[in-house]
């Protein structure tokens, strides 16, 4: 497992993303992991609200197999690189 491996998948799944989600709700999946991403970096404790636009948005994702397949790739990734050693 590798930084190059974690930056292959990543790049595969928001191609992935592109190719199912409209512009709109690319947009609107951009904002929400942005603000997960600023909740994360501050260490907030507090779990964000989705809106219903985040959520079908979400769900979309989720029902594409592909999508759901690199997601999870990828957080295994993600996982396995932050373990403490």
């Given at each position: ?11 595969q799944f ?12 690319l947009?609107?999946?951009?904002a929400y ?15 964000i609200d ?9 769900e ?21 690189s932050?373990?403490?050693?």
């Amino acid at each position: 497992m590798s930084a190059n491996e974690i930056a292959m998948v990543s790049q595969q799944f928001r191609r992935r993303l592109e190719a199912i989600l409209t512009a709109d709700e690319l947009a609107c999946y951009d904002a929400y992991h942005q603000r997960l991403q600023d909740t994360l970096a501050r260490h907030d404790p507090t779990s964000i609200d989705v809106t219903r636009d985040e959520q079908a948005v979400l769900e979309a994702i989720a029902r594409d197999t592909q999508a759901a397949a690199l997601r999870a790739q990828l957080d295994i990734l993600l996982r396995i690189s932050t373990s403490p050693q």
